[in-house]
């Protein structure tokens, strides 16, 4: 019987979920699958973005921890495509390969100052406090006063952060540098900046209604933007989510403000111009336009200009993919070109423009690296659903390897020195994790040294 050796890189929900529905699929071959990640601990955003205060979402890793669990996938933690490994590689020991890297740096918002000393991508402060390896330990947390630009769920992720007492987080798996960094924290106000009305946010109901309920933080929201006109107007009427956003934050606007030690300000019709040099170098205030609905849905510029002192400005106005060696990438939207999971390429190059785009053969994409980073988690289910229905169609071009058999993998990351984890290693630092957890009354505490996840994971501590 025909066999497929498949490489999965990126052990996110969508490389997982895709390893997962190739093993149930109806198929005429047998599979066998490595999958591959650059860190030493699977489960991509969900451990590494996912909030630590949403207990809920980041249960999710159980589901994805009982597919590989079940035994029929290899793990290969700690091994970086690009460096550990090449396309060629792959090639060799392969019939094909997904691509589930994700999206893990921050979009570029381009407006003055925002390179200024205190200004910071959500990204980064999110891998921070989620306790990713390839961040600093400490961070920044000297301003009184933060600005968060944009209006979706990250944005409020980071408000809430920055907002909450770090003896609320406590009961979370945040680790212990970001207990003291957030601790330690001066904070009062943090202002969220959206160039749009409360009618045209991104925010989910249930991540802003969960500010409401933050101990000691007072919910701020101003009567001026809630000015409808007809188009929010329907909005609110027509569609359930907006109406459900639109009656939370008209409660706000009832409920006395004043007694907290902290407040949480949500600030519409506000288009961040530029943020302000403090004449030392370092964010000093954030210079913003009012805007106007413009009677579709949008809005334009009213030309009155504000601003308001600040020591720290996050954006989060979105995520971008990375390009991987040897791999097409779409520089504009941050994804790996594709047709359905199929990944694109322009080609010969000796047909020059005329070449097109034309399926290469054997590699294919999955998650947000195929799709750019919107969706909940969820919808890397159907994606993989989609690239996985092309592979399994795709067998008569799929690549034939040199040296197929499993072990020739291993061999090959030995002979380069990789110190690679595997899913027993996981479970080494799992348990680990959970007992450090249970030393400190919680339920886990996670290791972010790289060094040290490794060495546990490879049971050489
Ligand atoms: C801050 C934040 C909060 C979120 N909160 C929620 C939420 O509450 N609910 C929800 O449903 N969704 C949430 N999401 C969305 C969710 O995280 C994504 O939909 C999902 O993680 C995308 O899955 P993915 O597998 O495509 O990418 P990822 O989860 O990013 O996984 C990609 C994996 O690829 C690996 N990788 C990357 N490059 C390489 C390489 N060169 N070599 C080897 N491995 C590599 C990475 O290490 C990573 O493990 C959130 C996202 C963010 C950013």
């Given amino acids: 019987m025909t066999k497929l050796r498949l490489a999965i890189v990126g052990a996110g929900p969508a490389g997982i979920y895709a390893a997962d529905i190739l093993l149930k699929a109806e198929r ?46 290899r793990v290969f933690g700690n091994v970086r495509f690009g460096i550990d490994l090449t396309l060629e590689d792959l090639k060799k020991h392969y019939n094909a390969v997904i ?25 980064r402060f999110v891998s921070w406090f989620d306790g990713h390896p390839d961040v600093p330990r400490t961070w920044p947390l000297d301003a009184r006063e933060v600005a968060v630009i944009g209006n ?25 540098n970001v207990y003291e960094g957030l601790k330690a924290s001066p904070v009062t106000d943090v202002h969220v900046f959206g160039r749009r009305g409360p009618t045209s946010v991104k925010f989910t109901p249930l991540e802003l209604r969960e500010l409401g309920d933050l101990p000691d933080v007072d919910i701020v929201v101003y009567d001026e933007d809630f000015d409808y006109d007809d188009a929010a107007r329907d909005a609110v009427a027509s569609n359930k989510q907006v109406f459900v956003i639109d009656k939370v934050l008209n409660k706000w606007r009832e409920r006395p403000a004043g007694a907290a030690s902290r407040r949480l300000h949500l600030h519409f019709f506000a288009k961040p111009l530029e943020i302000v040099d403090d004449g030392t170098g370092r964010v000093g205030a954030i210079r913003y336009e009012r ?31 990375s390009p991987l060696p040897g791999v097409p990438f779409d520089k504009k939207r941050g994804v790996i ?49 989609e690239t ?25 990351l030995d002979e380069r ?16 994790e959970l007992a450090l957890g249970a030393d400190a009354g919680r339920t886990r505490v996670k290791v972010v040294p790289r060094d040290e996840m490794v060495t546990i994971s490879r049971g050489e501590s």
């Fill in 417 to 432: 020195g990789v110190r690679y984890t595997n899913l027993d290693g996981w479970h080494r630092l799992d348990q680990h």
């Fill in 291 to 321: 805007t106007t609905p413009n009677g579709q849905g949008g809005v334009v510029g009213t030309g009155e200009i504000r601003e308001l002192p600040i020591q720290a400005v996050y954006r989060a106005v979105g995520y971008f993919g």
């Fill in 337 to 385: 070109p594709n047709r359905e999971g199929q990944v694109l390429w322009k080609g010969d190059p000796s047909f020059g423009s005329k070449g097109g785009n034309t399926q290469m053969y054997g590699v294919y994409a999955t998650g947000w690296i195929k799709r750019g980073p919107v969706g909940l988690i969820g919808h890397t289910k159907s994606d993989a659903m």
């Fill in 388 to 412: 996985v229905r092309h592979l399994i169609n795709d067998l008569g071009n799929w690549w034939r390897p040199q040296s197929s058999s499993e072990q020739s993998i291993v061999d090959l």
């Fill in 152 to 176: 979706g769920n990250v944005a409020l992720d980071v408000a809430r952060m920055l907002a909450k007492h770090a003896d609320d987080l406590l009961s979370t798996e945040i680790p212990a």
């Fill in 99 to 123: 691509f589930a890297t994700g999206a893990v740096h921050d979009a570029d918002l381009d407006i003055p100052g925002i390179d200024l000393t205190g200004s910071y991508g959500a990204a």
């Fill in 28 to 73: 005429n071959f047998d599979v066998s699958i490595d999958l591959f990640d650059q860190l030493p601990a699977p489960y991509g955003l969900v451990r590494y973005g996912v909030a630590p205060d949403h207990p809920r979402i980041k249960g999710i890793i159980t589901a994805l921890r009982d597919v590989l669990d079940r035994g029929d996938i």
